[in-house]
């Protein structure tokens, strides 16, 4: 009897975790048809559907069906957040014996390599046949081993579009903007406002990213720098920021709400609350509204504004990379070809991307042991973090092929 | 000698504002090679720069950076927040005399219409030959006599999409979601997010505008009754939404501002302020977090998150309505072709849209007079919306032409 093969998704969606997933469904269908595996079986809300027997059967899905799944953003299995330990693992194991599944596609992060780490090495402790490919996903771009992410050039993509909007309506009406982008640990996503500009003078005109201290004065005087010279300022900062006293960094953003400053609850979430991005504005309008009347300027008026993109970065249509989409399409299928045919005798891995060509931009796929994705990630290199406040050349010359060609914008001044 | 035209632009940008700025340049330009016209001036930042004489010249730009600054967002020439009152006028008026202006080209919406009509009036009790054109443009869709104005269908479909985006994240991983849209007095922009909807139980679920009053205890059964059903809620929020207290009706989000709960400023302004979001996503983690445990079920955790779309609502490029640029490129081309011809005797008005056809949508543009659009403004027809919490059928059909076709989401259950 052929084993049966599983597909799940986990962790913050994507705009093009469905290619993988499509990816992955399209290849199975390949081998299905040349009675290499049994069915093809799909876990609703991931790890959670596999505990529950919660499953959709993928077999006979329409080319036409496909192809729309492709490029909808999110993930159509579901996600989930469940971060399974090894309990929780040994439930999956157990399921994956009842129901004859051998094959085990998993599509997400860092944690999601380690869910799928754990159960491979469950099933050969035991002895049983079982192959587990983690297939990469993730915004953040945090992920070891791979030259990046699919799912960070679209999200990337947003981001940079964002900017390069926001800049020329700050240009028009003048001021001081603060965009709050999504990224915890990681301020991958942050950098990527740096491919939005075109012209010098263009915005954003700072940024800030977790893995630099953040300081407030150092902050204003960046601030004051910028608005004295262009009369208007924008700036990208990430969610995850971190401030250090004592040697110890800390989260601003849980400081804020901890402080209970602005959120009465205490809630520390970061995506889905405006309260970093309100925090700055009130910190520039209170500091800098000061620092100018001490020139004699005399109460200062400052329009300040702060945005959070909050989760249209991950999940917005029809602005998807058209590098990120078939790179993570590609990644889905090659994690079936790997696990029937455990090149250098991986049957088990992570699909991961090497670049093997800057100019023109050349990526090949290769298989990669759990291990060295699970777990640990990755933070941005020091060294492309510039002055605190901005991304090297070499960061735009890494991240400009994965977002794809952005429109040159039309100036008349 | 031939009079000189001269063209501004003012109040919050849009995705189609250059789109109308280029129309009018081209229009001008054909008539300046034809001897009509004398200079083509471009005021930088709207009327603050008629009263300062800060021109740029726009004769003899090349066809291609006119193309490229017609798909550029937000206003090429510089917005303004002016809102010009009668000495102001006069001094504007002033600015055409010393600089031989005879046409002048105002994109804005109702409080530019306004001062085109006082300056037309004025010109004309001195006896001074100028015609005045308004080119209607707003996001928030409220000009009246109008069809709808360009910028709007395609801010709405930003709106759309978004909410199709998030609609399939939530989807993914279940919990109550809260988009507050942009518009300060209309729900237009809001309720454009009704047409993310595919299939029975899409979301935007509930859709809350300026026009309906907004009552918390409503506001929490509606969220209950679907959350119920569905395990998840999607909300589409008004920055503009109105509590009704001793026949009064006052603004949400002052009176969370005011009230210092949020900002400590005491700040008002609606836009870059993830304040209201805040607030409703606080509310409803309280009073249904409390109305779940008294049905038994203990302490509930409800995740609840809220995003403020903010600015990339009017400025994102590369997502504007096929509908809405060509439409704007057109009232700009218009404007000078009724100003220089004087249809109906009308050498100063405002250009204006009827929809001739529904289905196929056709629309054909007429001039009116400045009166007709200028300080009073539309709000969205109280028979289109429903329940207090939803758009009708009758406003999908006459907002979906105008937003543009959307891809349909693929779904697998």
Redesign the interface.
Known sequence: MLGNAIIG?SG??T?VI?QSLVGVIEALTHAQKQNKIGKIL?A??GVRGIIHSDF?T?DN?SAD?????????????????DKPDEAYCHQIFESFKKHNVQYFFYLGGNDSADTARITAEMAKANGVNLNVYHVPKTIDNDLRTTDHCPGYGSAGRFVA??H???D??N???KGI?INCVMGRDAGWLTAASALARFDENDGPHLIYVPEADFNEDKFIGDVDRIFTKLGRCVIAVSEGIRYKANDKKSLLAEKIMQGG?????G?R?L?????L??YL??LI??KLGNLMATRGGGTVKLR?????????Q??????VSETDAPEARECGRLAVQYALTAPNGLSSGSVAMKRVSESPYKIAFFPTPLDTVARLTKPLPAEWIKDGNDMTAAYMSYAKPLIGP????????
Chains 1, 2 share one sequence.
């Open positions: 998704q913050g969606p705009a469905n799909g609703k809300h959709l993928l899905l069906l496909l192809e729309r799944v492709a490029q909808t953003p999110s993930s159509a299995l579901g996600s989930t957040r579009l964002a390069m909007g926001d020329a309506d240009r028009s009406l903007k400053e602005v959120d009465a609850h809630n979430q995506s889905g609350s405006g309260a991005a309100d504005t009130n309008k209170d300040v504004r702060g945005d959070t993109f909050g989760y249209l991950r999940s917005f249509p029809t602005i952005l429109p040159r914008p039309g100036k008349l001044f």
